[in-house]
């Protein structure tokens, strides 16, 4: 461990550009392993030094073992007390499979010693002192619990990726740790993991914590930088592939970062129709994509053994940027884009577009390339390009939607949610329409200039889902259709439960003509859901009818939770059984705000801001012209598109929110 990161060592190449290079040792069994790892040869003076610090920010590269192994390092030298050592992750895949490494090294079932939580599922228990779970879900804890009495330790990791949950829960655990000691209560310890050097905003915030920099990776990465910039990174990266495979022994696998399921499923085809028409002799390809959407056992592909003399080639989103592990991966093709969300307070519009990644984003992508051996990153920009990147990835506290962070905020108790401690503050008008959005729900009411929640802002709150579905739910058994509304509210909540391959068009279009419904794709995925529950979810339907039955299966788990928390807060479970207008007239009264009017000239607006905006084609009503239709949301790509659409009267979305849409819906009858 140092006090200042190692400098970095350039190596020239004639190819691509520089490099850079450290390498360790790779051992055999587990705990050999645990003991091989860089972050073990500084154990001892860790762990002296976090004994003593209340905050501390410690900084490794990826591949150090800095996220399953300090847990444990702070249990075994009984840092902490008898408290829980709480780890936050961004992502639930995370949480879960390190959850799952942690306790195969400890020789624990998951669950007793380690354990974690997730959204809709908790695998955890009184036993358990060392827990994952997501940020979303600590931050639900401190709506019960704002001192976060359970635990002793709470670290902060991925810190760099700056999600919207984890900068507020930053100003959560920096306030229960002041109040916990001005009540005497036992102390708490806030650790903020990072695998960027960029550092200085978080030893700041948390009054200049001081910084420990952990020493080297476990396997050497040589970058390589392109010498001209690519006006095409798609072409480039085909070329890159093919390059690699032309002179690398096939056990070396290639991952190729990429922005999107298109991109993904495009590329699929054409390296595997080159493949195909390689010279004879020439080493075998097999490629794999990897997204969100796609079906569990289809991603579990990947993680397999490839065949002999076949090399594997990986086509992912930013799904494999970090704790994933892919075995056999030595090089990497980092495009440098990414499909980023960006919210626009003005217009209201939150769009999901193609941009470049940060540096951070980018070292992560180069050390997927040294988990198991030493690797190779080609990047295919130039350094003088990745020099102009941004340090870190814009806070998503910056560029998103505010409206649940408000809520959650105010369900904590916070006294003024304005002048919340955030690390990175967002813009005024953002939190004024977050704050807007809540009062157009009914969530919030002022008063003596203050915000609070009203009653039913504060059920609201007791759902983890976003204001709009959680009022959907709350206002379900007014129309008589709570049944109905938790299956879609459940179908909108989790991954994608269709699986649409492109080089099957046509078969997917057959399957799914019977669900279809002509009053949009919230009815037609409450179709499937039922025909999915008359077959009991049989694996051989759900491949007919291009199904995920994982997600399906999910989507029964997170409709249970929710249901059990309508139970609780005593909304009558009806069914409205065929009459689905009263499960659109309940839609338009929750997401009036997603509201979009037909034109004279064929065009949509959205009703809210007056923008242009278009039906996706993926949507039941691609080739209909309802005159009002809402949207789950917009994606932008060459125009606006509206996804996950439903079929309303106006009459209905004027009922809903009469003072809003009189100044915003033509024709409207007052």
């Known amino acids: 461990m140092e006090s200042r990161p190692p400098p970095a060592k350039r190596l020239k190449t004639s190819v691509w550009g520089s490099g850079q290079r450290r390498s360790y040792v790779f051992g055999h069994g587990m705990e050999q392993q645990r003991r091989e790892l860089p972050i073990y040869r500084a154990r001892a003076k860790l762990i002296g030094q976090l004994r003593y610090l209340d905050t501390a920010i410690i900084i490794g590269e990826t591949g150090s073992g800095k996220t399953t192994q300090i847990p444990q390092f702070l249990y075994e030298a009984c840092i902490g007390g008898y408290g829980v050592i709480g780890i936050t992750q961004p992502r639930r895949v995370a949480a879960i499979s390190l959850a799952a490494r942690v306790a195969e090294e400890k020789k624990s079932e998951l669950g007793t010693l380690i354990g974690y939580t997730v959204r809709f599922e908790d695998v955890s228990s009184h036993k358990s002192k060392i827990k994952f779970v997501t940020d979303g879900m600590l931050l639900r804890e401190a709506m019960l619990d704002p001192l976060l009495r359970r635990y002793s330790v709470v670290i902060l990791d991925e810190a760099h990726e700056r999600t919207v949950q984890t900068d507020v829960l930053f100003g959560i655990v920096k306030s229960a740790q002041r109040k916990r000691k001005e009540l005497n209560k036992m102390s708490l310890k806030v650790i903020v993991m990072s695998a960027t050097m960029d550092v200085d905003l978080f030893s700041q915030y948390f009054n200049q914590a001081p910084v420990l920099y952990l020493e080297g990776r476990q396997h050497s990465i040589q970058i390589f930088y392109t010498k001209e910039p690519q006006t095409d990174y798609l072409h480039a990266s085909l070329v890159s592939i093919f390059q690699i495979h032309q002179e690398a022994p096939s056990s070396h696998n290639v991952l190729v970062f990429l922005t999107g399921q298109e991109e993904i499923e495009a590329m699929s085809r054409t390296c595997r129709q080159i493949a195909k028409n390689l010279p004879q002799g020439s080493c075998q390809m097999t490629v794999y994509p990897l997204y969100a959407s796609l079906p569990h056992l289809q991603q579990l592909r990947v993680f397999q053994p490839g065949q002999k003399d076949c090399r594997k080639v990986i086509l992912s989103t930013n799904i494999a940027e970090t704790s994933v592990t892919i075995p056999g991966i030595k090089y990497v093709v980092d495009t440098g884009m990414v499909k980023a969300k960006r919210y626009n307070p003005e217009s209201g519009l939150e769009v999901l577009a ?55 905020l105010l369900a904590i108790g916070v006294p003024n949610i304005l002048t919340f401690d955030f690390i990175s503050k967002p813009s005024p008008d953002a939190m004024r329409a977050a704050i807007e959005q809540l009062k157009q729900l009914g969530a919030v009411k002022h008063k003596d200039n203050q915000i609070f929640l009203t009653v039913l802002g504060k059920k609201m709150a007791a759902f983890p889902l976003e204001p709009r579905f959680s009022k959907t739910l709350l206002v379900s058994s007014e129309f008589h259709c709570t049944e109905e509304i938790l299956t879609i509210v459940s179908l909108l909540s989790v991954d994608s439960v269709l699986y649409s391959p492109r080089a099957q068009q046509e078969e997917v279009l057959s399957a799914r003509r019977k669900f279809i419904s002509s009053e949009g794709d919230h009815m037609t995925l409450l179709n499937m859901y039922h025909a999915f529950k008359s077959v009991q979810g049989q694996k051989e339907w759900c491949r007919e009818n291009f199904v995920n039955s994982r997600n399906m299966m999910m989507v029964m788990e997170v409709r249970r939770q929710l249901r059990d928390i309508c139970l609780k807060l005593g909304i009558s479970l009806d069914s409205s059984r065929s009459d689905t207008g009263n499960i659109r007239r309940c839609l338009a009264h929750s997401l009036f705000l997603n509201a979009a009017e037909l034109q004279l000239d064929g065009s949509y607006v959205s009703l809210d801001s007056r923008h242009p905006v278009a039906i996706h084609p993926s949507s039941v009503l691609f080739h209909s012209k309802p005159s009002y239709i809402l949207y789950n949301e917009l994606i932008h790509t060459s125009k606006c598109y509206m996804r996950d659409l439903c079929v309303v009267d106006p009459e209905w979305l004027y009922e809903a929110a009469p003072e809003y849409f009189r100044r915003k819906l033509k024709g409207a009858k007052t």
Do not use: H
């Open 354 to 408: 193609v941009q470049q990644v940060s540096k951070a984003q980018a070292w992560q992508r180069a050390g997927r390339a040294g988990r198991q051996r030493s690797g190779i990153c080609y990047r295919l920009y130039t350094e003088e390009e990745f020099e102009k990147f941004l340090n870190m990835t814009v806070p998503e506290m910056q560029r998103c939607n505010l409206a649940n962070v408000m809520l959650q």
